[in-house]
C-alpha cells in the first residue's frame, strides 16, 4: 500500500503525559498537512510544510503543539501536557504540489484520548 | 476569520431520492473541494472546482461552483445506500494553500 500511514492509530494518555504522532506522506508528494477533526466536524487546519520548510501554523496551535519534517519526508506531532481537550483524531494529508489547486491524500488518521 | 458552513447538517434519506448539500462563506476562494469520508477513516477528495460558475460531474454527482467563488453545491441524484458518509467542502484562498474544511453534511441513505 502506497498510501498516506500514520502510527498510531489509536493512543490513549493521561492528562498531562507527552505524545507524539508519526506520518508517512505519499513517496516524493513535496506537501504534508495536519489537521485535529473531532467528532461530528469537519477537520481543522493546524499545519502545513512544503518539503522541510513549515509554511503555515494554526492560531489553534498553541504552545504545546510541535510538528517537524526534519528530512521533508515523514512528519511527526508532538503533543505536550496533553490535555482533555486535545481528545480528537489527528489526520495527515499529503499532496504532490505544485499547479493551481492541491489534492490532498488523507491517512486514517490517530486517535488520541486524554483521560 | 474564514468559515464554510454546510447545510443540512444531517440528512436521511430513502434510496432513490435526490439529495443538494450547501457550502456557503461570505470569502472568496480560489478553489473548492468536496470530500467524503467514512468512519474509521480520512476524507477522500470527490471534486475541485476552480472557476466561477463552474459544473462538473461525477456520475450521479453534480457539483457547482457559485460565480461568486463563495458558495457551492453538491447534487446527489437517485441516492444509494452506498452514498452513505460525511461530506465535507473545503476552500482556499489566493497564495495559500491552507484548506479550511466546512462543518460537514451527514449523508444516510436507508435502502
Known amino acids: 500500500d502506497t498510501g498516506v500511514s500514520q502510527d498510531p492509530r489509536h493512543k490513549i494518555t493521561k492528562r498531562g503525559q507527552n505524545v507524539t504522532f508519526r506520518c508517512d506522506p505519499i513517496?516524493?508528494?513535496?506537501?504534508l498537512y495536519w489537521y485535529r477533526q473531532t467528532l461530528g466536524q469537519g477537520p481543522e487546519f493546524l499545519t502545513y510544510?512544503?518539503?522541510?520548510?513549515?509554511?503555515?501554523k494554526s492560531r489553534l496551535l498553541s504552545d504545546r503543539f510541535s510538528a517537524e519534517r526534519p528530512k521533508g519526508s515523514f512528519s511527526t506531532l508532538e503533543i505536550q501536557r496533553t490535555e482533555q481537550g486535545d481528545s480528537a483524531m489527528y489526520l495527515c494529508?499529503?499532496?504532490?504540489?505544485?499547479?493551481?489547486?492541491?489534492?490532498?491524500?488523507f491517512g486514517p488518521g490517530t486517535r488520541l484520548t486524554v483521560l | 476569520t474564514q468559515l464554510l458552513e454546510q447545510s443540512p447538517q444531517f440528512l436521511s434519506i430513502q434510496e432513490g431520492e435526490n439529495l443538494t448539500v450547501y457550502c456557503n462563506s461570505s470569502?472568496?476562494?480560489?478553489?473548492l473541494q468536496w470530500y467524503r469520508q467514512e468512519p474509521g477513516e480520512g476524507p477522500v477528495l470527490l471534486v475541485t472546482?476552480?472557476?466561477?460558475?463552474e459544473v462538473k460531474k461525477l456520475k450521479r454527482l453534480t457539483f457547482q461552483f457559485g460565480d461568486a467563488r463563495k458558495d457551492s453545491s453538491l447534487h446527489i441524484t437517485a441516492a444509494q445506500p452506498g452514498d452513505t458518509g460525511l461530506y465535507l467542502c473545503?476552500?482556499?484562498?489566493?497564495?495559500?494553500?491552507?484548506?479550511?474544511f466546512g462543518t460537514g453534511t451527514r449523508l444516510k441513505v436507508l435502502a
Open positions: 494529508a499529503s499532496s504532490p504540489g505544485g499547479g493551481q489547486t492541491d489534492t490532498q491524500y
Open positions: 513517496s516524493e508528494h513535496n506537501r
Open positions: 510544510f512544503q518539503n522541510e520548510a513549515q509554511l503555515e
Open positions: 470569502s472568496v476562494f480560489s478553489s
Open positions: 472546482v476552480v472557476t466561477g460558475g
Open positions: 473545503a476552500g482556499a484562498s489566493s497564495g495559500t494553500y491552507k484548506y479550511i
